[in-house]
């Protein structure tokens, strides 16, 4: 269990009695968290090395150099400040480096989950790599929706699109499971009445989707993602489609072709109106894909993934989803 703060005086804290040499992780948040008081007060409690030298799609070799300084100066706590990169990144460095230390989390998207995960997803020369491991685990978590208000809109709508398909599809997993079930249909009921408010620049809705994101990353951290993920990660390194953006992309067609085949979807079957109805207001539209594209992408499906699916798929059927995606463009 990962403790969690809202307050920023209790996290420094924390942070205070955990370890005086931290690292930590985050390209350009740290210093606006707190209108970067937190910041400040940090540097005054701890003996800060910040790494930022990571990309939006981390590779291996960013872990690496994480690894490095970590070895080099021995932290007591790594703290992560971002969206799921910073996040991954973090979780990928304090499970490789051979020393003890604590890890605290500052989400700055109400989005990638990774703050509820023990999985990192990084890449490998383009390819993705799920890494999973128990220490992996935040020993601690602040919340802080502020930090949500000023996101550009895309990145808004395209990292909430990724919290509401991590719920749908951990609903309709065949990992699914009481305890998921629960955190899932929690995160779909938050996600759907605060959405617009929270794209809309209001603190209370952030605050709500904020806890959202966080409960579908705790479902799928029991289920794992399906095959609407399993879609969307190719669309995202080939065609730099936003994470949150290729999976709702993915899981329309996903839904919809899981519809024709009468699939039993199970208690997500109750949410196809209000997804239909956030799919057509965040607006998000498919990049150009071409015949070639195609063949690619349906070839590069995970087969791991696609096996929690509900509906078992082969090439020709992602075939058919990809090409009605492409459509879906012009
Ligand atoms: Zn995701």
Redo the contacts with the bound molecule.
């Keep these: 269990m990962s403790l969690i703060y809202r307050d920023y005086d209790e996290f420094l804290s924390y942070i205070k009695n955990t370890g005086r040499t931290v690292l930590a992780v985050s390209s350009s948040m740290l210093p606006r968290l707190d209108g970067g008081r937190f910041l400040e007060s940090l540097s005054g409690i701890a003996d800060l090395t910040v790494f930022s030298d990571y990309d939006p799609n981390p590779d291996i070799s960013s872990v690496d150099k994480g690894i490095e300084i970590a070895s080099r100066i021995k932290p007591g706590l790594i703290l992560a400040a971002g969206g799921g990169s910073a996040i991954d990144v973090a979780k990928a460095v304090r499970d490789r480096y051979e020393g003890e230390c604590a890890l605290a989390v500052i989400p700055t998207t109400a989005g990638?989950g990774s703050e509820a995960t023990k999985i990192a997803v990084i890449y490998k020369d383009g390819v993705k790599l799920s890494l999973g491991s128990p220490r992996m685990e935040a020993s601690a978590i602040m919340f802080d929706p502020k930090v949500l208000i000023t996101l550009p809109s895309y990145q808004k709508r395209s990292t909430l699109s990724?919290s509401l398909?991590?719920a749908i599809e951990s609903m309709w997993s065949l990992r699914a499971n009481e305890q998921s079930i629960e955190y899932a249909y929690s995160a779909l009921k938050g996600i759907f009445a605060y959405y617009k408010a929270y794209l809309a620049g209001d603190l209370e809705a952030a605050a709500k989707v904020q806890g959202a994101s966080y409960d579908a990353g705790r479902a799928i951290d029991i289920t794992m993602?399906t095959g609407g993920?399993a879609m969307a990660y190719k669309l995202t390194t080939m065609k730099g489609t936003a994470?949150?953006h290729a999976?709702l992309l993915a899981v329309k067609q996903l839904w919809d072709y899981m519809d024709e085949m009468g699939t039993d979807l199970g208690q997500a079957q109750r949410y196809r109106k209000d997804f239909d109805e956030f799919y057509g207001y965040v607006d998000l539209k498919a990049p150009d894909i071409t015949t070639e594209d195609i063949d690619i992408l349906s070839m590069s499906v995970n087969k791991e993934r696609l096996a929690n699916n509900p509906l078992m798929l082969d090439t020709e059927e992602l075939k058919l989803l990809y090409t009605r995606m492409a459509e879906e463009s012009t």
């Design positions: 990638s990724d398909c991590h993602t993920h994470h949150g999976c």
